[in-house]
């Protein structure tokens, strides 16, 4: 595991269009921390909802620079971050190929208390059922990594509550 984990770090930056990184921010219940994005042109998905991260500094691990993003963006200090799913995007309609490196950060009530946004025009801390219901306004990429996080954390009497209930 640790190899393939030190190969796709390893990949080559050369042909890649943007390599950025993502953290699942969730906390028991299970609840997951969405950021809503700029209305402004040349930020991506402007005005949907997304995972906060950005953007990977030449030479920069995905580790450090998730730990940098989360600093920048919600001044705070990773204690813990453990790698979920990396994945290459071919967007052919866009013609643009990018890297994602995903993680975990599991947040405690405190720590989200201290929170302070500086990137977006808003954040939510939301269940499964409430991401689903704006699933047309969620980053396409950032809901099925969700999805599959939350498959993982719970059973589905757990995670996953009819909607309206």
Known sequence: MAQSR???EAATTDTLDLD????????QGPRYLLQHREDREGVA???????????????ETGDAALRRELL???????VECMPLLGCIFDLCFEGLKTRKIFFTVE???AEADGLVLREGQGMAWLRFVEILARADRIVPYDLGVIALHNSRVGSGAICVEEVGS
Do not use: C, H, K
């Open 20 to 27: 950025s990184v993502s953290a699942v921010i969730w906390m």
């Open 72 to 78: 920048e963006e919600l001044d705070f200090q990773v």
């Open 6 to 8: 030190a190969a796709a």
């Open 45 to 59: 998905y402007r005005n949907w909802w997304s995972l906060f991260g950005g953007a990977r500094e030449p030479g």
């Open 107 to 109: 947040m405690t009530q």
